[in-house]
């Protein structure tokens, strides 16, 4: 286990690099004019943008500039914003953003986990009866509609007949967390109850279950220790990835919602062309990735003995 | 008899206003702005945008600030003079004025220096990478001298400058710690309406010495030391900021909000909704929310839709007089045409835009309609007829609301025929193919340029011109003006200081500061002569009226001249001004409104409704605000 535990490591470094690499050297690919402003581009002349791109070192050679990038981040510097936050430290620009992403995110988890969870193993126990077609009418619906339109719904009677809070406050984070909180958990919910769901029904369809009944466990027996177990593992494999992926945020729900965490930062600062701060955001989300699949495969192993990470001597 | 009739005119819609004088006022104002305009520097030195401009002038006040009608009015200045018709100017400021830090906690005074320090950070092109210089740099002595010394300093020397060598240079003098002097490259008798933009503000000596440059740079609303009616308590990026009342304000006599709170949100339908929960104060409406309440008398703002007041720009159809083809060559059949003043004039009579500017105000289109270049309201002569009205008078145009009063299908179909035969002899064949790009994500946008291409058809018809709508990704400078891709752009212009050189000089011939031939028409570039000719003539007439500078009647005239002979040859065609509607409990009457500088958006003397205003209400105000200007 230590063995794969730091071979996994050391290609989760190699996958880190690389990626922070191909995006360092793709930005740099651009015409030096996305550095400006609009404004900038019109008020200033040549020699003045020439000047302020020498003295940011922008126009050495990306490869020169690669090398300061990573001499800079050995020393835990990952710069500075150029536009999300002029002249802020992007650490700082970042630091208060994940916690907000990661609390809402995780709530919705939580939420949409338990509920998902239940909802499946009852539609699968209850496989054709009325409470399945409300669930696959629940799940079919979330997954139709465009989510801007039931982002709308739930705005419109969440703040209307319930009197929540549009958008969210810091200075009212409970009750104004509610609506994002629920955006966030309708649709994954939706994706625990269909998975949930379909992994039952192909356990119960299995011969071992046949033969646990036949043998005469009880419904409930069979349904929880040996039926639920074996439909969690594919499930619990994403699990850990998508717990450290809630510190991402959500693009959409962020932006409905003026939640002020990490989602919307990525696409603000391509669109504005922040080089430093899209470095650290890549940096940060390829990070999660890996460390999420890697979890991930180790949490499978922990509910299922028969999954080895290692092969074993002998074996086919 | 008349001023008794005006009086009792007066009385009649204050006692008609009585009702909402009555109405509970709002004390804690909270408003929005959209996600995409998030401030993004807290440096107002530094700031060239509305969206930080607007919140920043409630925190840092200026020398000279203006009043609801656009006057000049005191700001950290008490009086201010000039001896020499303009060349030196000296401002008095207000003595006892204190820098606060965002808890309101005091940490110095407002002194002359501060705007000395203000003015060095501006023009050190270190510091704030040329921002906001151009003004300052074409005005006074030494500034452009001294801005250039500091863009071949070392980036560390020029950051580490103090005032010793700036003083040397630059046309300022602090004469002691309440007055402050600026000497003038020549007489320029609107100088003091600078005095209402950022590029003069000041900054203290001592903030500076605290943070140091760098840290002046990335300053922040917790770092920020404030002078003005609002100190910024809360700031959380993309969700929302607070501004709370300064209680060491200056000026005691002012109405402000106990608290003025932004949302930002992601788009206007969000606002709308927070407006019906009562979340919002106030809310523009976009075409699709104004559309519904409007078509439905029984919607619950129907009688609460206000026409808002005309914003300070003033659009208009730049022509490209050297154009290119996609493969970078010119495009000859175009230049061709543009430089034929029949074919420009067919378009400025030929074309009723009526339906154009239904896409800026879907209610009343008429009430946008711009004939001039310049944007009413700048400046008046001394028998109070606004330089517009001048203009106006020299054209012959009058605006209308039943009609588009310059359309005159005749003689476009003249000029039209006139150009064909013309042009026709040159070789050139028609249809004119004309390029015309809109962002391509931007549906509005490419459902106005519909509505454009279909005026050109009804107008011009297709057997003369064909616009092709066109788009671009991201940039419009980037991949459409620096290739020269258009044929004609339709932009804005909202002047920074009370003048009409600031509008006149960015169309003159051959001069390196007139940002619309440099950036968008490209003039400079063009080879027809007698277009050439027109433009060097509008030039010497810009320049004959910008060298009056002992009497300011005269010198207005003299640019509406020069403006009326731009408008009559179409060298630029005059579309619209911008006026959106609304929902709101502010009567923007109450507001500053001046047609330059950064005042516009103080959140001061507001007059208020918790209910919201009615139609009727503003119809009112509107009446009583043109009687009191009278």
Redesign the interface.
């Known amino acids: 286990m230590l063995l794969y535990t730091m071979k996994r490591l050391l290609q989760s470094i190699v996958t880190v690099l690389l990626v922070v690499t191909i995006v360092f050297l793709l930005l740099r690919l651009l ?1 030096t ?2 550095y400006f402003t ?7 002349t040549d020699q ?1 943008r020439h ?2 791109l020498a ?1 940011a070192g922008l126009l050495d050679s990306p490869f020169v500039q690669l090398f300061r990038f990573y001499e800079d981040l050995a020393n835990l510097d990952l710069g ?1 914003s150029r ?7 992007v650490t700082q620009v970042i630091g208060g ?1 994940f916690l907000v992403s990661m609390r809402l995110g995780l709530i919705s988890l939580a939420i949409s986990l338990f509920l998902g969870v239940v909802m499946g193993v009852l539609q699968a126990r209850y496989k054709d009866k009325f409470g399945d077609h409300v669930g696959t009418a629940y799940t079919v619906f979330v997954n139709a509609v465009p989510t801007l339109i039931t982002y ?1 719904l739930v ?2 009677l969440g ?2 007949l319930f ?1 929540l ?7 009212n984070v409970a009750r104004s967390s509610i609506l994002p909180v629920v955006c966030l958990s309708l649709t994954s919910t939706a994706g625990y109850m269909l998975w949930t769901r379909r992994y039952m029904v192909d356990e119960l369809n299995k011969d071992y279950i046949k033969l646990a009944r036949l043998k005469g466990l009880s419904s409930r027996k069979v349904m929880y220790r040996h039926v639920l177990r074996n439909a969690f593992v594919p499930l619990a494999q994403y699990l850990p990835y998508s717990m450290l992926l809630t510190i991402g945020g959500s693009l959409l729900v962020e ?6 965490g990490m989602g ?1 930062l990525l696409t603000d600062a391509i ?1 504005r062309y922040d080089t430093s701060i899209v470095q650290a955001v890549v940096i940060l989300y390829a990070s999660l990735g890996v460390l999420g699949v890697f979890l991930g495969d180790v949490l499978m192993t922990l509910i299922d003995p028969r999954i080895r990470l290692i092969s074993k001597g002998n074996t086919r | 008899m008349k001023r008794i009739f005006a009086l009792l005119l007066t009385l009649a819609m204050m006692l008609s206003l009585a009702g909402t004088a009555f109405a509970e006022p709002i004390t804690d104002f909270v408003t929005y702005q959209t996600t995409a305009n998030e401030m993004e520097t807290f440096n107002i030195l530094y700031s060239q945008y509305a969206k930080e401009l607007d919140v920043l002038t409630n925190c840092i006040d200026g020398l000279l600030s203006n009043d609801n009608y656009g006057n000049l009015v005191p700001g950290l200045a008490e009086t201010w003079e000039t001896l020499d018709g303009g060349l030196t100017w000296t401002f008095n400021l207000r003595k006892g004025v204190k820098w606060v830090d965002y808890q309101a906690n005091e940490k110095a005074e407002v002194v002359a220096e501060d705007f000395l320090w203000g003015l060095e950070w501006v023009l050190n092109e270190k510091k704030n990478l040329a921002a906001n210089m151009s003004m300052p740099s074409e005005m006074l002595v030494g500034a452009q001298e001294y801005f250039d010394y500091t863009k071949e300093l070392p980036e560390a020397d020029a950051l580490a400058l103090g005032l010793e060598k700036f003083q040397e240079m630059v046309g300022i003098k602090a004469v002691d710690d309440y007055t402050l002097v600026f000497t003038c490259k020549a007489p320029m008798p609107y100088f003091a309406t600078l005095g209402s933009y950022n590029c003069l503000y000041p900054v203290s000596g001592k903030l500076l010495a605290e943070l140091g440059a760098e840290g002046m740079k990335a300053v922040f609303y917790d770092t920020l030391w404030y002078n003005g009616p609002y100190t910024m308590t809360t700031y959380v990026q993309n969700n929302e900021k607070v501004l709370t009342k300064n209680p060491t304000y200056w000026n005691k006599d002012i109405q402000t909000f106990n608290t003025v709170t932004v949302k930002m949100v992601d788009s206007v339908d969000v606002a709308f909704q927070m407006y019906q929960t009562g979340e919002l104060d106030n809310v523009t409406l976009n075409e699709a929310n104004l559309q519904t309440i409007y078509r439905s008398p029984s919607h619950e703002f129907h009688n609460h839709l206000n026409e808002a007041r005309p914003t300070k720009y003033s659009y208009q159809i730049h022509l490209v007089y050297d154009k290119k083809l996609e493969d970078g060559s010119p495009d000859v059949a175009w230049n061709t045409a543009i430089a034929n003043e029949a074919f420009r004039l067919s378009w400025y009579y030929g074309m009723d835009f009526t339906n154009y500017l239904g896409r800026v105000n879907a209610i009343n289109p008429l009430n946008c309609t711009n004939y001039c270049y310049t944007a009413a309201n700048l400046v008046a002569t001394s028998d109070g007829k606004d330089y517009v009205q001048h203009v106006m008078d020299l054209i012959g145009l009058q605006p209308s609301s039943e009609t588009y009063t310059r359309f005159d299908a005749e003689k476009g179909a003249a000029y039209k025929q006139q150009a064909m035969e013309e042009l026709s002899a040159k070789g050139v064949t028609f249809p004119i193919q004309m390029d015309y790009y809109v962002q391509g994500s931007n549906q509005s946008a490419l459902d106005t340029a519909q509505v454009l291409k279909q005026t050109f058809i009804d107008c011009l018809g297709e057997d003369y011109v064909v616009m092709n709508i066109k788009t671009f990704v991201n940039s419009l400078i980037k991949e459409v003006r620096a290739p020269q891709l258009a044929s004609f752009y339709i932009n804005g212009w909202g002047a920074d200081y009370g003048d009409p050189i600031n509008y006149l000089g960015q169309e003159t011939y051959g001069k390196d500061n007139a940002f619309y031939s440099r950036a968008y028409s490209k003039i400079d570039l063009a080879t027809d002569e007698d277009l050439i000719a027109q433009y060097k003539e509008f030039t010497a007439l810009v320049d004959a009226a910008a060298a009056i500078n002992d009497d300011l009647d005269a010198r207005y005239k003299a640019f509406a001249v020069a403006e009326a002979y731009m408008i009559e040859h179409a060298l630029v065609i005059p579309l619209y001004v911008n006026i959106s509607w609304q929902l709101t409990g502010v009567n923007d009457y109450s507001k500053i409104f001046a047609a330059y500088g950064i005042q516009n958006n103080r959140y001061i003397n507001w007059e208020t409704n918790k209910q919201g205003y009615t139609t009727e209400d503003y119809v009112n105000f509107a009446k009583v605000y043109e009687e009191n200007r009278k």
């Open positions: 015409p004019d996305y609009e404004e900038q581009l019109i008020k200033l003045q000047d302020q003295a500075t536009r999300i936050q002029h002249g802020v430290p953003k709308s705005l419109v703040a209307r009197k809070p549009s958008m969210y406050s810091v200075r932006r409905f919602f003026s939640v002020p919307t669109s």
